[in-house]
């Protein structure tokens, strides 16, 4: 059974860079047709995607953030990152990171969600 | 860019059928043949129920029923209880654009 958490600070100051680990256990990050994504929901609204990455590090991103976010993977510690730069509180949300697959597009596994609020 | 657009809310009494449908608006001429559905109780992670349109994940079960037609999709909950009262999200790989968009939301009430 797979599983995702993510980990990282839960206060970031506007301006800065938000940076979020996950780490992926029962099973390898390299194995599989997948791609490892990064959602969010801000309280009391809908999910938005943000990206994804593949094994192979070709990455995908949500165009109304692709200028703020980069997605990294290190698969020697089954881990995959997301930071989004200059920040603002637009962007506290509850983070997710999810494992989504490569056909079809949708995720299978989530990880349980991490708070990040944005403010000084 | 594209988007999905879903009503805001729907609600049905136990036992009946509610329709809640997701349109793609699209100027790159995606055809949004992955859609997926996803469950949210309030305060929990969001649960795959509907994948490539109308298949069915091991568990999920079979009174949640999925379509589409044109470039709306659609997710039935057939003999509605009161535990399917979540908020439900449609998603779909945003075609030539490369990423995937999700729908605005809707709440499912049980009335």
């Known amino acids: 059974q797979v599983q995702l958490q993510e980990s990282g600070p839960g206060l970031v100051k506007p301006s800065q860079t938000l940076s979020l680990t996950c780490t992926v256990s029962?099973?390898?990050?390299?194995?599989?047709?997948?791609?490892w994504s990064w959602i969010r929901q801000p309280a009391g609204k809908g999910l938005e995607w943000i990206g994804r990455i593949y094994t192979s590090g070709s990455t995908n991103y949500n165009p109304s953030l692709k200028s703020r976010v980069t997605i990294s993977v290190d698969t020697s510690k089954n881990q995959f990152s997301l930071k989004l730069s200059s920040v603002t509180a637009a962007d506290t949300a509850v983070y997710y990171c999810a494992r989504e697959e490569t056909y079809g597009d949708y995720v299978d596994y989530w990880g349980q969600g991490t708070l990040v609020t944005v403010s000084s | 860019q594209s988007a999905l657009t879903q009503p805001p809310s729907a609600s049905g009494s136990p036992g009946q059928s509610v329709t809640i449908s997701c349109t793609g608006t699209s100027s790159d001429g995606g055809d949004y043949n992955y859609v997926s559905w996803y469950q949210q109780h309030p305060g929990k992670v969001p649960k795959l129920m509907i994948y490539?349109?109308?298949k069915r994940p091991s568990g999920v079960p079979d009174r949640f029923s999925g379509s589409k037609s044109g470039n709306t999709a659609s997710l039935t909950v057939s003999g509605l209880q009161a535990e399917d009262e979540a908020d439900y999200y449609c998603?779909?790989?945003?075609?030539?654009?490369?990423?995937?968009?999700f729908g605005g939301g809707t709440k499912l009430t049980v009335l």
């Open positions: 029962g099973g390898s990050i390299s194995s599989g047709s997948y791609y």
């Open positions: 490539e349109v109308s």
């Open positions: 998603s779909s790989y945003a075609g030539s654009n490369n990423y995937v968009v």
